[in-house]
């Protein structure tokens, strides 16, 4: 090569970068598009943790302890309550998606509860909806013990409270005592969209100089390689934090998220990230050379693993073996607990630091394929 | 006639032949297939715990055992300070915290109500509100005879759970991955065949010759329509002999909903496909479509855990439909009158989808 | 004009800008360059002819350091290929611009990779601006120039900084005659700087102009030397026939036929011939032309010598041709259009188009990029609907029976619209199928077509991975499977040989023969001359109508020059056009 590395042409090539991405409708959609349908999604849509579930209760005794612990079912913030005189009545509604459980008080319920014997309620809940079975179930119960239990003490049996509730459980959230999903879902969102910005946008763009015959006189130019990958990290990486800032600007000002951390290690966090999400793009993009197969590629390896294994979602110890192993090498695995405890616990750097090692090394690594596979060749 | 069938012919040709169009094609959904099913759980189990036992007798251990034994835990961590307890949290180490306090035996000796100290991470507030209600029936049951102790009896209350009496979550899980496999997969075609003809420059030899913008559009249809057929009749096939989920109702009643889920979906590509110019449109068309399709559709949470405003958005979104069919034929054999129930509103969709496709694509033609 | 043997001006001894020896490059088994010699002297045009596959991008590419050659010995600029990039200059064959940034933006960013800096670049930039015309376009966006535009702003980011070597690789692939002579003249003067030009191409009168030519074919040097050193292996043997009686064109297929007869093409009312060796203006007499004829020996052109090196081009009689149904002329014209007009927006791409055509015609549409034939064409074969007007093809109305008129036409586009994932078997199938034939018919047709067009051994090969030449025959084949009355072929040579064009218009000849009416878009005007008749569609009107002697005759009134090819009628009418529309409304086009 006859001259080295020059600014002078990085600038140039970085200003040109940014006018196409400015002239690109694509880009617009990635950056500020999705984060918006993302984010509003995410912040109303995934949460379990929200209002009243359509019930059915089905009260076989007409006795006064029947009927005061069907009003606590039907008095109370978890469920919506639609009573029917038999079990039969109700199990078209259950077929039907109407209703996802039934409580059935028995028949001689109020009997057993005047003896002080154990009076046992029927839940029957729809399986076909694990997790809100589990609720249902674990919330009537809940009603029926403290229902119970305020029955044994107005009655003046405070020795009948601990039969009726053996141990309570007194539970305290840390970081997010009301449970908002969205607290954890939106830290989640903002690592799909920095993967997008990242690996997909970037894959597409490369592969794009190559199909359009650009990159070819490009090269024929005094230009340096380094320069050429430099002049499309840039822009793209701070295209992704300006998506990441975007995210977080709306998710404190418009969902409440709290943002306990400092502004500091939000960068730091997001910025690391972005090494590995552009190393792998720029990988991707000289190994295909071909805009359809990067954005399939770039979706497989990119997007979905950010989705599915990165623990956002989905629990990574509940998976399998075979799949644990396969998170190890998923970067985002390592983006998504420093986001979520620097906006809801704040700067906890025992944790922080470790991650944003590991995601180093990963960039430095996929830098080091991508300077191998982009050569100055059209071999 | 003839016209019709070579459009088809050659459009599977197109499909089957292209190196790229496979790996939408085969290397999605079997990506799909192995990764989503044992993935995409939103059952939590293996989790990691710390315990602060201050107590350290009978009743504290009897607890602690429990939880050892259960599926849902996988390591105990033992710690004895607050310190420690906060360090471990904040770091991950476990996600939940169980605080047993000094006087929780004596307490439980006398019979006076006693409480247990439950501490979660709610930086993943789900599993940990899900843990939460695991824990709360092992502590519950404690103390009582251990034959009780099974998931099924309380003290309180029996419990049952319909159409899946073990609670699994594949029986969940499946019949809904089977929605969102043949929705990715017939999207991504749809989307992109006639983008690339464009690209290529075939869409040109293609309207010069007699065919007809009907026969045009049905040819696009049917390769999507019968590769969705392939993708769920595997899943349903999968579903069953690998992850031993029943399948209660009606195949013929399955078969129509996805013929017509399928209609609509096709209107949502083939309305992508008529306003992008570049493959590239038309792919992040298609998957700016799938995230909102995904999300309202119901799987990653009950439709009726949303807000009224987003709760009245899904009933636009024909994947609800489909999921909540697909969910009552494989597991509470949905008659005949509920799926018409959730078909008409998915056939409106579909005759709205693929009108504005037509529509467009006479408008674009141009 | 041509710089004849200008000396470079540099002064210095003509150390070549580029030397290399023996080259050869393979792309999997396939020999894409075998032992190639070349060498680039500073201050002269180079050219590099062949036809598409011939290995010229190969060549050019490993001269600008883009590719590694297996074996040869290169020097470029003094050093290894890729060492000076500060000198050399490359246009790839798609421009190399960046289509969303505008004019001036690419300008300054090719400016800046070069370290152009200050004065200098104002100045580098004033200069090619005026340089190509594109002043008043700075700010427009590089995709929306016309092909013409592209080219010559491609031409200037590789002139941003004068450099000692320029290599062009198809500069005047798809670009009009215009444009293709105005970059012409604009390299040839930079030769006068001692810039070093290799200039690559499909266009052999492009070849002519050269100061020395390479000539590939497969991958082998076939010639390198002064052009006319090829021109003289064919002196004496190329005869112009005129003022035969009868129709021109069973004339040629007689012609071609005989073994006495090489080559020949129809030019206007007139019919140039190669001929074999030793062959000679008197061994006409099988041809039986009539009294009248006059056989004249005329100055051999490039592609004459070409032809002759390849041995020879196709015989006359379309085997095709032969099996094609007799088209019943049971109309007085086969496709009309009337006053057919199309605007988008405020712009007008056409303007109250009008022509007819007999059938058993060929009817030229000619024009330059962007003039709106292309819109015409569309308009006729029912991808636009016109704004006003109307037309008809076989009979059926453009606006009443869109359908029934496409059934009767056969398309075949400038890029082979073809299925490339698809083999050619199931190509073939798509289309008869596509064309509504049925399953006994489709069978027969395709086994015509597949005999006639030598593809049996090809059937299973994907379509995108057939050669060029082959590419053009399964276009050729697709489109006539149904046998239509009517044929639209848009640019159907364009990048092809001209042995393969040869073969391609014998077959078309031989089908009008047969009753078959043909609309021809093109920018080769050898194409141009095949045509019955020949409309001009510049700036969306149609400027001259008529037949190709009627045009040249017309251009030779306005322009003074004795005996003007196709090219210099083109030319000259749409600078006659510029002139009145110049003057001012008032004067009419002739």
């Known amino acids: ?379 | ?366 | 004009m041509a710089p004849g043997n200008a000396l470079p001006a540099t002064g210095t001894t003509a150390v070549p800008a580029a030397i290399a020896t023996s080259v050869c490059k393979s792309f999997g088994g396939l020999r894409a360059l075998d032992k190639v010699d070349i060498s680039i002297e500073p201050g002269r045009m180079t050219g590099l002819v062949g036809p598409d596959g011939a290995g010229k991008t190969t060549l050019i590419r490993i001269l600008a350091g883009l590719m590694k050659a297996d074996a040869g010995d290169i020097h470029v600029l003094g050093g290894a290929p890729g060492d000076d990039l500060e000198n050399l200059g490359y246009m790839p064959q798609r421009f190399g611009l960046y289509e969303d940034l505008s004019v001036i933006q690419n300008l300054t960013l090719y400016a800046d990779m070069r370290r152009l800096e200050g004065a200098e670049r104002q100045e580098s930039f004033e200069r090619l601006l005026h340089f190509t015309d594109l002043t008043p376009f700075r700010d427009r966006l590089a995709g929306n120039l016309s092909g013409g535009m592209k080219q010559k702003l491609g031409l200037a980011c590789a002139l941003i900084k004068t450099p000692k070597l320029l290599l062009l690789d198809e500069p005047g692939v798809g670009v009009d005659p215009i444009s293709r002579r105005e970059l012409w003249s604009m390299v040839s003067g930079l030769t006068h700087q001692g810039i070093g030009v290799l200039w690559s191409t499909a266009y052999l009168d492009e070849a002519e102009k050269c100061d020395t030519v390479y000539l590939l074919n497969e991958g082998q040097l076939l010639y390198s030397g002064k052009p006319d050193g090829l021109n003289a292996t064919v002196e004496g043997r190329t005869l112009r026939l005129s003022g035969f009686s009868g129709r021109s064109r069973p004339l040629l297929i007689r012609a071609l036929d005989s073994d006495t007869v090489m080559d020949g093409t129809l030019q206007g009312r007139a019919i140039h011939l190669l001929m074999a060796p030793d062959k000679g203006p008197d061994d006409l007499d099988f041809l039986d032309a009539g009294q009248k004829t006059k056989i004249e020996i005329v100055p051999p052109h490039f592609e004459d010598g070409f032809i002759a090196r390849l041995g020879g081009g196709p015989k006359g009689t379309s085997e095709l041709a032969e099996r094609y149904r007799t088209v019943p002329q049971d109309r007085d014209y086969a496709i009309e259009a009337r006053k057919l007009t199309k605007r988008f927006g405020s712009f007008t791409a056409s303007d109250a188009i009008e022509f007819k055509i007999p059938p058993g015609r060929i009817f030229g549409l000619l024009g330059p990029n962007g003039a709106g034939k292309s819109t015409t064409f569309k308009m006729l074969c029912g991808l636009l609907t016109p704004t006003e007007g109307t037309g008809s093809v076989a009979g059926y109305d453009l606006m009443t029976a869109r359908a029934d008129a496409r059934a009767q036409l056969g398309y075949m586009a400038q890029k082979f619209s073809l299925y490339g994932e698809l083999s050619v078997k199931q190509n073939l199938n798509f289309f008869a199928g596509a064309y509504g034939l049925k399953t006994a018919a489709a069978r027969a047709a395709i086994a015509s077509v597949v005999e006639v067009f030598e593809l049996g051994d090809r059937l299973k090969v994907d379509a995108g991975t057939l050669p060029l030449g082959f590419k053009q025959r399964l276009a050729l084949a697709c489109a006539v499977l149904h046998q239509p009355p009517v044929l639209f072929l848009d640019e159907p040579t364009s990048g092809v040989d001209p042995v393969t064009r040869r073969e391609f218009w014998m077959h078309i000849n031989g089908l009008v023969e047969k009753g078959v009416t043909v609309l021809v878009t093109t920018h080769f005007m050898e194409e141009a001359e095949y045509c019955d008749e020949i409309t001009l569609v510049y700036r969306a009107k149609q400027i001259a109508t008529g037949t190709p002697d009627d045009l040249k005759a017309l251009s030779a009134k306005l322009s003074g020059l004795a005996d003007p090819t196709m090219e210099d009628a083109f030319i000259a009418l749409i600078n006659e056009h510029d002139r009145q529309e110049a003057e001012g409304p008032g004067s009419k086009a002739a």
């Open chain 1, 1 to 379: 090569m006859s001259v080295g590395f020059s600014l002078r042409r990085l600038r140039a090539l970085f200003l040109k970068e940014t006018v196409q991405i400015l002239r690109d409708p694509s880009t617009f959609l990635i950056a500020f598009l999705l984060p918006l349908i993302l984010l509003i999604l995410f912040g109303y849509g995934i949460n379990l943790d929200s209002g009243k579930t359509r019930i059915g209760l089905v009260v076989q005794d007409d006795s006064q302890a029947a009927l005061s612990l069907a009003t606590t079912f039907r008095n109370n913030r978890w469920f919506d309550v639609r009573t029917a005189r038999s079990i039969e009545q109700l199990k078209p509604l259950i077929v039907n998606d109407k209703i996802r459980g039934i409580i059935v008080i028995p028949q001689d319920f109020g009997k057993k509860t005047e003896k002080g014997e154990t009076a046992p309620i029927q839940i029957i809940t729809d399986g076909s909806l694990p997790n809100t079975a589990d609720f249902i179930a674990a919330y009537a119960e809940g009603l029926r013990a403290t229902w119970a239990a305020d029955r044994a003490i107005t009655r003046g049996h405070p020795e009948l409270v601990a039969k009726a509730m053996p141990v309570q459980l007194d539970t305290r959230v840390w970081f997010n005592p009301s449970l908002t999903s969205r607290y954890f879902l939106i830290p989640g969102s903002i690592a799909i969209v920095m993967t997008m910005i990242g690996t997909l946008l970037t894959a597409l763009v490369v592969a794009r100089e190559w199909e359009r015959g650009t990159m070819e006189a490009m090269m024929a130019t005094p230009m340096q390689m380094t320069e050429f990958i430099a002049s499309k990290i840039l822009p793209y990486f701070t295209l992704g934090l300006g998506s990441m800032v975007l995210c977080t600007v709306l998710a404190v000002m418009v969902f409440g998220v709290p943002l306990r951390g400092s502004l500091f290690a939000l960068f730091l966090i997001a910025a690391t990230y972005l090494l590995p999400a552009l190393g792998l793009g720029l990988f991707i993009s000289s190994a295909t050379k071909n805009q359809f197969a990067a954005s399939q590629i770039a979706l497989m390896t990119g997007f979905l693993p950010t989705l599915l294994l990165s623990g956002f979602l989905f629990e990574i110890p509940s998976m399998p073996k075979p799949i644990q192993w396969l998170t190890v090498i998923v970067p985002a695995r390592y983006l998504v607990p420093p986001l979520q405890t620097v906006f809801a616990a704040g700067d906890i750097w025992s944790l922080i630091l470790p991650n944003v090692g590991i995601m180093l090394l990963f960039g430095i690594g996929f830098f080091l394929l991508s300077f191998l596979t982009t050569r100055r060749s059209l071999d």
């Open chain 2, 1 to 366: 006639m003839e016209r019709l069938i070579a459009l088809i012919v050659k459009e599977f040709w197109a499909m089957v032949r292209d190196a790229k169009m496979r790996i939408v094609l085969i290397g999605l959904p079997v990506m799909q297939l192995l990764i989503f099913a044992f993935a995409v759980t939103l059952e939590v189990k293996n989790a990691d715990i710390a315990i602060y036992d201050q107590s350290d007798g009978h009743y504290s251990s009897e607890i602690i055992n429990r939880i050892a034994g259960s599926p849902y835990f996988r390591g105990i961590v033992r710690l004895n300070s607050y310190d420690e307890v906060r360090d471990a949290i904040n770091r991950q180490r476990v996600i939940a915290a169980l605080v047993i306090d000094s006087d929780f035996d004596a307490k439980r000796q006398r019979g006076t109500p006693t409480t247990v100290n439950l501490l979660l991470d709610g930086r993943r507030s789900n599993s940990a509100q899900i843990l939460a209600s695991y824990l709360q029936d092992i502590v519950t049951k404690a103390g009582m005879p251990v034959t009780m102790a099974d998931r099924e009896v309380t003290p309180g209350s029996i419990r049952r759970n319909w159409f899946n009496p073990n609670l699994s979550y594949y029986w969940f899980d499946l019949p809904c991955l089977l929605v969102l496999v043949v929705s990715v997969s017939s999207l991504a075609v749809t989307a992109q065949s006639v983008a690339r003809e464009r690209e290529m420059g075939t869409f040109d030899q293609l309207l010069v010759s007699p065919l007809r913008l009907p026969e045009l559009l049905i040819g696009k249809m049917i390769p999507p329509m019968a590769i969705s057929f392939l993708h769920g009749t595997i899943f349903l096939i999968v579903a069953q002999v690998i992850f031993g989920v029943p399948f209660t109702g009606s195949l013929l009643l399955f078969y129509l909903s996805l013929l017509i889920y399928m209609l609509a979906l096709i209107g949502i590509g083939m309305f992508i496909s008529a306003i992008s110019k570049t493959q590239q449109q038309a792919f992040l068309g298609a998957f700016m479509a799938i995230v909102p399709l995904v999300v309202l559709s119901g799987f990653a949470n009950p439709v009726e855990n949303m807000p009224e405003w987003l709760q009245l958005l899904t009933y636009l979104d024909p994947a609800r439909y489909f999921m909540e069919i697909s969910l009552g034929l494989f597991l509470k054999a949905m008659p005949l009158s509920q799926v018409l129930e959730r078909l008409w509103p998915l056939l409106l969709i579909s005759i709205a989808t693929l009108g504005t496709a037509t529509w467009l694509f006479r408008a674009r033609m141009e």
